[in-house]
């Protein structure tokens, strides 16, 4: 006989809010705005592909949490 194991919900409860908090999705997509506008006026190579990494960062992790729902 196999033995059952019981794992918890791989999604938290979402905490309650006092409707003034903004919530995760909305601020990684004002940062990725952000970035879209900011990148292009970098004049250092370097913090301009930093940037461009953060902001592949960030379009992943939203597009993750879309998939999730």
């Known amino acids: ?7 918890r919900p791989l999604k ?3 905490a309650e809010s006092d409707g003034d908090a903004l919530d995760l999705l909305s601020a990684i997509d004002f940062a ?9 006026h970098i004049l250092h190579e370097g913090a301009r592909e930093q940037a461009r990494q953060c ?5 992943d992790a939203f597009d993750a949490a879309l998939m999730t729902g």
Do not use: E, N, T, Y
């Not at 990725?32 to 292009?40: F, G, Q, S, V």
């Not at 902001?55 to 379009?59: H, I, S, T, Y």
């Open 1 to 7: 006989m196999g033995q059952v194991l019981q794992f």
């Open 12 to 14: 938290p409860a979402i």
């Open 32 to 40: 990725l705005r952000d970035l879209k506008d900011i990148a292009p």
């Open 55 to 59: 902001q592949q960062m960030l379009q």
